[in-house]
């Protein structure tokens, strides 16, 4: 089997190229861009994939970069097909019996569906498929290629991946039953999580969170050893990599992986986020990151419907979205005011004899510019979006339901601020209750044992299920030497009797922290800085690199003692890279527009440090995901957020609300 371990970048050089670069880069060139013939009149191809390869595909690529690289249709090789035989096709499928099937069926034979094929798996391709393949002469005198792109994960933006296993919460921390699909859901993720490697081309330092202390005394659930397994598992599949003769895959490590779960941090996929994304993905119906937008009929009608793509290729979006909901409407209106001064037409049109325009007023008036209609629909579609953000907050009173939140993370309120705000706020919506209650919950866990509690949740007048949300939280409860610390010195506030409940320590301010309703952080910026510093604790976070035994039983003799990182020269990634800075300049340069960010975007080629990829186990949030952009810039290293999904407050609130009450033992569980 032909492993795929050359860069074929188009771009070539030693320029530094992100995550997501390097991913649609493989896809287009390395896979799409080889399948051709030297001596054809014409190279146009049929592209087949499956349900997951067709999903990492539109991850990472556009349509039209795909028929771009001579893609004439794209077809799903588990539907009927037409034939196509003076056409070559090329297979990017996963290593399955039954895709294997299907190809051998469209293949082999007098009459193939296709004249000659290029296969691509997306990861490791067992040995007896391969024989499997080996034993149909006429499919082997059709295949013009054969490899493993080992490219099986979802590149959902520059800096993160997810490994899709969407129902990992319920499979993993469900109860005992659920035992056979939770060890199915670990060796999938951490086969996904292992191409990630593969892809690029680097060796992890993996690190993961500790399990409670095995002693006598204390009852080790499986929960606590998921981080534990995953990262057993990862390293498994590293070595198989590792010890490929033909497979150019690094000796040493040439960057830093940290195996996290859910209980690290209860608070981040409930509480309110108010930076632009967040919010967006929070209170709009959103699918994804397809937006439905009402844009005014040409014809002088009801408004259409307009479906848009909130992504990086959206230059107002790239610029705001990690920007608080404050200063991104800011940030809007200064850019329409901007427009209108320097557009003079604009300004005709709108006159109002000095008096100053509204956000509102300078849209309609720049919308009488047909000229400038690109940019200004652009634009426009942004300050629709914040406004109606505006316009929810106020109508339900989020800002005082936030800054309860925030003044329970941080220790500034308890039980007698939560019932004031129940009795005061009896037509609060649900959710906002309900994710006030389950912050309450992961801020005062001895509170399960009592009747507080459930004296809360009647108070609050929420259904049944979603008082299962609230004493679900229990079970992603982290190991007390874990939360010992990260919270550090939070035990006294004025009364050196009175116990503070407060899950964070204030920070330093920075910029963002300039805005109200700013001062929660995750604690994966934490980590993350003390993983970089060399600072995580290795009792709390050991490595799997290291050679002296672990609790587990294991011991990575053949592989390298952990070490310092090296100041200066690195080892890097056997690919070559470039990364965009993600510095998001106050102004643009022009008035209206944010194409100088994309410009600012590509403009900085300094190397960075060895890349660190943080994976979240049951889900990760936006507010992390920022985190990761943030602390690229800051540190001068490529942070990847990787996670079995990356959910928005509801979606994970359903997700828990899943959850059952049956521990399981250690005794459950085979490592």
């Not at 896979?31 to 009149?41: E, G, H, I, V």
């Not at 309609?364 to 942004?382: A, C, G, N, R």
């Not at 009795?423 to 309900?434: H, M, S």
Request: hydrophobic share 35%.
């Amino acid at each position: 089997m032909s492993m795929s371990d050359s860069d074929t970048s188009s771009q070539g050089g030693n320029e530094y190229k992100n995550f997501r670069q390097i991913t649609r880069d493989r896809l287009l060139y390395e896979m799409l861009r080889s399948a051709k013939r030297t001596d054809a009149k014409s190279n146009w191809k049929v592209l087949i994939m499956d349900k997951v390869t067709v999903k990492i595909m539109s991850c990472s690529c556009k349509m039209a970069d795909i028929t771009d690289e001579g893609v004439s249709l794209v077809e799903d090789i588990n539907k009927r097909r037409q034939p196509l035989p003076t056409m070559d096709a090329v297979y990017y499928i996963q290593p399955t019996r039954e895709n294997v099937v299907m190809l051998v069926s469209d293949m082999a034979g007098k009459t193939p569906l296709y004249k000659d094929a290029y296969v691509y798996f997306s990861s490791s391709v067992p040995r007896e498929l391969v024989n499997y393949i080996k034993k149909e002469q006429t499919l082997k005198t059709r295949l013009r290629a054969m490899k493993e792109m080992n490219l099986e994960y979802f590149a959902i933006d520059s800096q993160c991946f997810i490994t899709d296993n969407t129902m990992a919460l319920e499979e993993l921390y469900g109860n005992e039953e659920m035992s056979r699909k939770g060890d199915e859901c670990l060796n999938l993720m951490a086969n996904r999580i292992a191409t990630v490697f593969a892809s690029l081309l680097e060796f992890p330092y993996v690190r993961y969170r500790a399990a409670k202390s095995l002693d006598p005394t204390t009852m080790t659930t499986i929960r606590d050893l998921i981080p534990t397994k995953l990262a057993a598992a990862v390293w498994n599949c590293l070595m198989k990599y590792k010890s490929l003769k033909n497979f150019n895959f690094p000796q040493t490590e040439t960057c830093e992986l940290l195996i996290l779960d859910r209980s690290i941090d209860q608070i981040a996929p409930i509480i309110h986020e108010w930076t632009y994304d967040a919010m967006c993905h929070d209170l709009l119906n959103m699918d994804g990151n397809k937006y439905v937008h009402e844009v005014a009929s040409k014809t002088g009608g009801l408004p259409e419907k307009k479906e848009v793509l909130l992504e990086d290729h959206d230059s107002v979006w790239l610029e705001l979205r990690h920007s608080h909901i404050a200063d991104a409407s800011e940030r809007l209106h200064d850019k329409m005011t901007s427009f209108v001064s320097k557009n003079k037409a604009a300004q005709m049109h709108g006159s109002r004899g000095g008096s100053e325009f509204s956000t509102r007023d300078l849209q309609k008036m720049v919308h009488s510019l047909p000229q400038y209609t690109e940019q200004i629909d652009k634009l426009s579609l942004h300050v629709d979006i914040a406004a109606k953000i505006n316009s929810i907050i106020r109508e339900s009173g989020l800002k005082e339901v936030g800054q309860l939140e925030q003044d329970l993370v941080f220790g500034d309120a308890g039980t007698k601020e939560v019932i004031n705000f129940l009795r005061t706020k009896p037509d609060a919506p649900r959710e906002n209750k309900l994710r006030l209650l389950m912050i309450y919950a992961a801020t005062h866990p001895d509170k399960f044992e009592s009747d507080k509690l459930a004296k809360l949740i009647e108070l609050a007048r929420i259904p049944a299920d979603d008082m299962n949300a609230v004493y679900n939280m229990r079970f992603l409860e982290g190991s007390s030497d874990v939360k010992k610390n990260l919270i550090g010195a939070f035990s006294l506030k004025f009364d050196v009797h009175k116990k503070k409940h407060g899950l964070r320590k204030d920070r330093a301010a920075d910029e963002q922290s300039a805005w109200q309703l700013s001062r929660f952080y995750p604690i994966i910026e934490e980590l993350i800085e003390k993983l970089i510093k060399n600072e995580l604790p290795k009792n709390d976070y050991p490595c799997m690199n290291d050679p002296a035994p672990t609790f587990h039983g294991r011991t990575q003799s053949e592989s390298a003692r952990m070490v310092d990182p090296p100041s200066a020269a690195p080892a890097h990634s056997m690919r070559s890279r470039r990364t965009a800075t993600w510095a998001r300049p106050r102004d643009s340069e022009d008035g209206y527009s944010s194409d100088s960010v994309l410009r600012h975007a590509s403009s900085d080629f300094k190397k960075m440090g060895r890349r660190v990829f943080v994976f979240i186990v049951g889900g990760a949030t936006r507010s992390e995901l920022r985190v990761c952009h943030k602390l690229t810039t800051k540190l001068k290293r490529e942070v990847v957020l990787g996670s079995s999904s990356l959910d928005d407050p509801t979606h994970f609130i359903t997700k828990l609300k899943l959850l059952t009450a049956n521990e399981l033992s250690l005794d459950d569980l085979e490592i």
